[in-house]
């Protein structure tokens, strides 16, 4: 079955930085989208940025848009969320995902990982 | 953007009956040309992530129990199970991936009477 492992999450001042790692794994992670989805435990889910296959292709959510970066590894099967001038409302569950894109097709978000928790708080 | 609306929030069902969450997109997510409407459903159980369940808006993700049904077109979709069983109980989400940004459903919460 196909992996992905979060890793980078924890406490952080408002005005600081983070960044997540992804790592993927038993499946051709070079053939798909990855995307970072962020839920408050229990509550909605929020999707945050996605890249492209091979890297050139980037998209965010607005509120994210020059504060967030998203990148990619595919030599090392991972994806990077670089997060900075974090605000008490990025507080969250973020979670990498995959996408297979067939052209301009976009697909449902069909493998999730585990998710890596973010806490903004002075 | 495409907002995508819930309803209901929550849902108590008994076991065996059947439960139905509905889904309201903003704008339309059908792709006339090939027919396809661009939804899908998700299952969260406690401490898990999201699991995909169906996907162009009734097409069952591999190992989804029958009893999870996906209809509607255009801007109006709902998820059916049909015979509700414990472990069923979740929260449930609705997406469109038609238009960036990819959006959710605020999520349903169901519960076993």
């Known amino acids: 079955e196909e992996i992905l492992v979060e890793s980078g999450g924890g406490l952080v001042q408002p005005g600081g930085s983070l960044t997540l790692s992804c790592l993927g794994s038993r499946f051709i992670f070079s053939s798909y989208w990855m995307t970072w989805v962020r839920q408050v435990p229990g509550k909605g889910l929020e999707w945050v940025a996605a890249i492209s296959e091979d890297g050139t292709k980037t998209y965010y959510l607005d509120s994210v848009r020059g504060r967030f970066s998203i990148s990619r590894e595919n030599a090392n099967a991972s994806v990077t969320l670089r997060l900075n001038s974090l605000r008490a409302g990025d507080t969250a569950i973020y979670y990498c995902?995959?996408?297979?894109?067939?052209?301009?097709?976009?697909?449902?978000?069909?493998?999730w990982g585990q998710g890596a928790l973010v806490t903004v708080t002075s | 953007d495409v907002v995508m609306t819930q309803s209901p929030e929550s849902l108590v069902v008994s076991l065996g009956e059947r439960a139905t969450i509905n889904c309201r997109s903003s704008q339309s997510v059908l792709n006339s040309g090939t027919g396809k409407n661009y939804v899908a459903w998700y299952q969260q159980r406690p401490g898990q992530p999201p699991r995909l369940l169906l996907y162009w808006a009734s097409t069952r993700d591999f190992g989804v129990p029958e009893r999870f049904s996906g209809s509607g077109s255009g801007t109006s979709f709902s998820l059916t199970i049909s015979s509700l069983q414990a472990e069923d109980v979740a929260l449930y989400f609705c997406?469109?991936?038609?238009?960036?940004?990819?959006?959710f459903g605020q999520g349903t919460k169901l519960d076993l009477k």
């Open positions: 997406q469109q991936y038609y238009f960036l940004p990819f959006s």
């Open positions: 995902a995959r996408v297979f894109v067939d052209g301009s097709v976009y697909r449902p978000f069909d493998f």
